[in-house]
């Protein structure tokens, strides 16, 4: 780990920083997995070894609960999953532990294995990682006596023995340090892993370096070119030798008070960066539409009961949608729409999230049009609140680009698959599968809009006879959960 060094931090403890200059979309550290397991939600539906996401995979014969792509991702699999599948089989019938119990077991074996040493590769130990479990709340602490429960019914008779001390430590360090880690897209968080380095970069809610899962170049026909999982700490801008590394453990997205809040709760610190000092947009979050010429100004009163309008407004929508009364989602956020988008700005995050709840659930019923011009205001907005190369930023505006290109919206789509590019190739880097993909919708749209210029009426006609070739389908549900971007793992019971 020549480019970072360990440092202690003022007010946070240790930290990481830049050992030599860096630049937007250097890879300043990547690190495999200390140890990870799929989510019990998931477990049939991911391979155990390289967490790809595939449609058929083939059981473990011995515990029936771990699945794998093949042959190839079982063996390399052999050394983590030979003490977890025992333990899982004398468990109990149809019966296995949470993902954190899973998580801390395979902690253990790994340990127990190869020592505490720290090696070449790792600036800090298991052992060394914080826990907080003292800073925990009593229901915490309730959920954690019953895990170490659990934990110690589950751990097998004939390996080393730990003491409850031992559980609980390493339970809190999962619990405050995990990381989520995704399926080979890059979309989806299909598991939690421990990576020892990652934990040692602290949070700012205004960061210069982002985290990346990057599985690699993996072949779906060949599992030989399946990686290890692992995450890239890439830098989002120049990033001067000397300088203290970070990255946001929330989403910036949300009002300063409540980013302070979620990361006391999740986090156990009070965070003092500069951008919460300033209250940076805090303002533009909340403002009011600027009046065009001859209007008049929204006033204050205005602003404050469209936004309280709003709250009320997403209780009702949120209610709608875990029922999958979608339609009725649809009612909700037009009614709200017509009524605050005269006096709210197009950055109130109130607003932001209506039309990415609208956007989401008009393209799962096929109202493409209403999906892309959504998606596509709701981009304008972010584009204003976040930080440069912010990963979500790059994702959302991938997402509006391609309902605009969907929608026949040609122009508007390929400017936006070219600015969601432009982010992904820092944030995400050019091998990551996203990116990959994104490349070839960039040409594909370069190419149909070359079409579209030099002949509008062809260039339908050709869409026309394209769509009417394609059987219609339905996209997958909209998500439920609080759109959230970063991808940290969260304590059971919080919301998200």
């Not at 042959?71 to 390399?76: G, L, N, S, Y």
């Amino acid at each position: 780990m020549e480019n970072v060094e360990v440092f202690d931090s003022p007010g946070k403890g240790r930290g990481l920083k830049a050992t030599k200059e860096f630049w937007a979309g250097d890879v300043i550290f990547a690190e495999p997995s200390f140890a990870a397991v799929v989510f019990d939600s998931v477990a049939s539906r991911i391979c155990h070894s390289c967490f790809r996401s595939q449609p058929k995979l083939q059981r473990c014969g011995q515990c029936k609960f771990a699945h794998y792509c093949d042959r190839t991702c079982q063996r390399a699999a052999w050394d983590e999953h030979k003490n977890e599948c025992g333990a899982i089989k004398t468990y109990g019938k149809d019966k296995v532990p949470n993902d954190s119990i899973r998580l801390v077991a395979r902690i253990f074996w790994r340990m127990d294995k190869e020592g505490s040493v720290v090696s070449d590769t790792q600036m800090t130990t298991v052992d060394d990682l914080e826990d907080h479990v003292v800073d925990m709340p009593e229901d915490d602490h309730k959920e954690l006596r019953v895990d170490i429960h659990n934990f110690l019914d589950y751990w097998p008779r004939n390996s080393k023995q730990h003491n409850t001390n031992e559980v609980s430590h390493l339970l809190g360090v999962v619990n405050c340090n995990g990381f989520g880690v995704s399926d080979q897209r890059g979309l989806n968080a299909v598991g939690v892993g421990l990576f020892p380095n990652l934990c040692l970069v602290n949070h700012d809610c205004w960061p210069n370096c982002t985290v990346i899962l990057n599985h690699g170049n993996q072949s779906a026909l060949n599992t030989m070119f399946h990686s290890q999982r692992r995450i890239e700490l890439r830098a989002l801008g120049k990033i001067p030798e000397g300088e203290e590394l970070t990255v946001s453990y929330v989403d910036f997205l949300n009002l300063t008070e409540d980013r302070q809040r979620q990361l006391k709760a999740q986090y156990f610190f009070d965070c003092t960066c500069q951008a919460c000092k300033d209250h940076l947009k805090d303002d533009v979050k909340l403002a009011g539409k600027e009046p065009a010429e001859g209007e008049e100004k929204v006033t204050e009163e205005q602003v404050k009961e469209a936004t309280d309008y709003c709250y009320q407004m997403m209780q009702k929508m949120e209610k709608a949608r875990l029922e999958g009364e979608y339609h009725q989602v649809v009612r909700i956020c037009s009614e709200c729409m017509e009524k605050v988008e005269p006096v709210l700005a197009n950055t109130h995050i109130y607003l932001l999230r209506i039309w990415n709840t609208y956007s989401e659930v008009q393209a799962y019923l096929q109202f493409n049009n209403d999906s892309a011009e959504y998606s596509r205001r709701m981009v304008e907005g972010y584009m204003k609140l976040y930080p440069p190369n912010n990963a979500a930023m790059g994702m959302s505006a991938m997402r509006a680009g391609v309902a605009n290109w969907q929608a026949g919206r040609i122009e508007v789509g390929h400017g936006l698959i070219c600015k969601a590019y432009q982010i992904l190739l820092v944030s995400h880097g050019p091998t990551h599968p996203i990116a990959k993909d994104l490349e070839q919708i960039r040409l594909q749209t370069e190419m149909e809009l070359r079409m579209f210029r030099q002949n509008e009426y062809m260039y339908f006609q050709m869409r026309e006879k394209a769509l009417a070739n394609r059987p219609m389908s339905m996209m997958n549900e909209p998500t439920v959960e609080d759109n959230i971007k970063n991808l940290f793992h969260r304590r059971k019971g919080k919301p998200q």
